[in-house]
């Protein structure tokens, strides 16, 4: 069974930088997409990007472009995702999600919340 | 702000039946197909369908889901008290390059 498991809560300094790791158990890391959203309190998603196997491809929102870094290490089956430039608007619950072929968004990890504060 | 447009709120009855629906345009839903998602309160979401493919296991067989040109819909039948959650329509915009979500309907079984 495929489990993403995402890393501990952030405090943030406004304009300070911030990277979630998602580590993958189960089934073979290198052969789907991973894809980071954000959940603002209350609010709905937003996407921020993916990262595409097999070659570490990735695609962003223009919104995030710039600012958002999304990369993988295949040997420790782990995405991150960095962000930069770090504002009060950024604070939210971040998470991954898996691709697993067929479905887009199977698999989760159970959210990494960013708070971005003086 | 979202790209798709859910209502923001449903209310059914017990064993009721409830339809949840997305509109986007000929970018996303119209051309991609949408995905589902079930978000209970302090949880990730959990995928629930994916355009016409068959529901992911476990799912029960209670969600269906379907498409008519650029609106998305979810029906849930016999509705029970653990479906009370939030619901999240998904889809690939290709105008865009991204995914793009829905604002999210709060389902409430009375």
């Known amino acids: 069974q495929v489990q993403l498991v995402q890393s501990g809560a952030e405090v943030k300094k406004p304009g300070s930088s911030v990277r979630v790791s998602c580590k993958a158990s189960g089934g073979t890391f290198n052969s789907y997409i991973v894809t980071w959203v954000r959940q603002a309190p209350g609010q709905g998603f937003e996407w921020l990007g993916r990262?595409?196997?097999?070659?570490?491809?990735?695609n962003y929102s223009q919104k995030f472009q710039g600012r958002v870094t999304i990369t993988a290490d295949e040997s420790m089956s782990t995405a991150y995702m960095e962000l930069n430039s770090l504002r009060s608007e950024d604070t939210a619950m971040y998470y991954c999600a898996r691709d697993s072929g067929t479905y887009v968004f199977h698999y989760w990890g159970q959210g990494t919340q960013v708070t971005v504060s003086s | 702000q979202a790209g798709l447009t859910q209502p923001p709120s449903v209310s059914k009855g017990l064993r009721q039946t409830a339809t949840l629906t997305c509109t986007g345009n000929?970018?996303?839903?119209?051309?991609?197909?949408a995905a589902w998602l079930q978000q209970h309160l302090g949880h990730p979401p959990k995928l629930l369908s994916y355009?016409?493919?068959n529901r992911p296991s476990g799912i029960s067989e209670r969600f269906s889901a379907s498409r008519s040109g650029n609106t998305a819909s979810l029906t849930i039948t016999g509705l029970q008290p653990e479906d009370e959650a939030d619901y999240y329509c998904s889809a690939w915009d290709s105008s865009l390059s991204a995914w793009v979500f829905g604002g999210g309907t709060k389902l409430t079984v009375l």
């Open positions: 000929s970018n996303n839903v119209g051309n991609q197909g």
């Open positions: 990262i595409i196997p097999p070659h570490g491809t990735t």
């Open positions: 355009k016409n493919y």
